[in-house]
């Protein structure tokens, strides 16, 4: 069964998960993981994808995203491709570092997006590299010590030094994320302390802010996007940050005991239902959510991604060049004779590329399938089941993007 295409768009929010291959350590020492961090730091920077919450476990790691403009897999193949050649440099390997590609989940933030972050952050406890939340509270290398002020934060970069007006500050999507129409909305996060785990819980209205001690990225001249990071967190649960930081402390505390939490890790509508298959089951048709493994959310929400990420799922625009020059461009990446490929020549990588350049051509760039069935030599019906075929293809062909910019 093919995979299914990952759902990317701007503004998403992500829970990415990525192992070694066979499960073996992608970190073997704490040079190994400051070095992942000082990339991620970068790269998160110069991508401007914020990063909510993330976890080093010693075989595996964690990390909650939300994209800007930069695909997530353009950010996880620079992440991951820099790491992996570091790492193996350094410590005299070859091959592969990371089993498979790596897992993204969307998630419906209004219910997950705390929950989230509180489930990455106890990783470390509940993999008993710490003991006890204390512990926690300083260990290095997840982001819950940073959000508590008790470490520096590692992934605010060192040349991060130019202060941005207020304008430049990122933005993030409103509480519901997802307008009834569909669409992306975009705005600060104004919880301050009225969220669902604030203080002023239900009650409507802020806390009189401290002067001296706002949770005001706007005032507190933000260098990074990791520090308005951790300044949107903060704002779910209070004005002023060191009652901030007890709350979300007391937060992270009660989770403790929930223990691991499958419907966190993963998506799917029984996932998003707490993995109780007894209140979805006998229901009518007319009256089951959407579900899909790809995302942790209401069917309505999954819906409405679904919707829009059929506009974009699975490929970009491009700009428009010659079927020729585009024939010549997917051969090459995919070491193919070009002459085979137009020639009907069935060998598999002969096959994938008249996929690629049908799905290519019709959704990218934008021509008919009777020029491209022109160009291959085929039907333009035939066309049509090429590009189908490209569409379930190009997933494992991430790179190809680059190769045809």
């Not at 209004?110 to 929950?115: F, I, N």
């Not at 007894?278 to 991604?305: C, P, Q, T």
């Not at 008249?354 to 491209?372: E, P, Q, T």
Request: proline fraction near 4%.
């Amino acid at each position: 069964m093919p995979r299914l295409a990952r759902i990317d768009a701007p503004g998403l929010l992500n829970h990415v998960m990525a192992r070694g291959i066979e499960r073996r350590d992608i970190f073997k020492d704490d040079k190994d993981r400051k070095a992942f961090l000082e990339r991620l730091a970068t790269v998160l920077e110069e991508t401007q994808t914020q990063c909510y919450a993330w976890a080093l476990i010693p075989n595996h790691f964690h990390l909650l995203l939300r994209t800007g403009q930069t695909p997530l897999s353009k950010v996880m193949r620079r992440l991951m491709t820099g790491y992996a050649v570091t790492f193996n440099k350094r410590h005299k390997r070859s091959g592969h570092l990371f089993q498979n590609r790596y897992k993204s989940v969307v998630c419906e933030e209004d219910p997950y997006l705390l929950e989230l972050i509180r489930y990455i952050h106890l990783n470390p406890l509940r993999a008993g590299l710490v003991n006890g939340l204390k512990e926690l509270d300083r260990y290095p290398w997840c982001g819950h010590s940073a959000i508590l002020s008790r470490r520096k934060n590692p992934l605010i970069p060192e040349q991060s030094k130019t202060k941005p007006s207020a304008a430049d500050l990122p933005a993030s999507p409103e509480s519901k994320g997802w307008r009834a129409g569909g669409g992306l909305s975009f705005s600060l996060s104004s919880h301050r302390g009225v969220g669902p785990y604030g203080p002023e819980a239900g009650k409507g209205k802020k806390q009189q802010q401290n002067p001296e001690d706002p949770v005001d990225p706007v005032k507190n001249k933000i260098n990074s996007l990791a520090e308005a990071t951790i300044e949107d967190v903060l704002l779910h649960f209070g004005d002023t940050k060191r009652a901030s930081r007890r709350m979300y402390r007391e937060f992270v505390k009660k989770g403790i005991d929930q223990g691991t939490r499958l419907e966190l890790q993963g998506g799917g509508l029984v996932r998003s239902a707490g993995g109780n298959k007894g209140n979805l089951l006998g229901r009518k048709k007319e009256e089951r959510e959407k579900g899909d493994e790809r995302i942790l959310g209401s069917g309505e929400f999954v819906g409405n991604i679904l919707a829009d990420s059929e506009k974009i799922e699975g490929y970009k625009f491009l700009k428009k060049v010659s079927l020729s020059e585009l024939v010549e461009k997917v051969s090459t990446y995919l070491d193919a004779d070009k002459d085979e490929v137009l020639s009907g020549n069935r060998r598999q990588k002969n096959c994938h590329a008249r996929g690629l350049i049908s799905f290519v051509a019709a959704k990218s760039m934008g021509y008919k399938f009777n020029d491209i069935a022109e160009i291959l030599g085929i039907h333009p019906v035939t066309a049509g089941r090429c590009a189908e075929r490209g569409k379930k293809l190009i997933d494992n062909y991430e790179e190809i993007w680059d190769a045809l910019e």
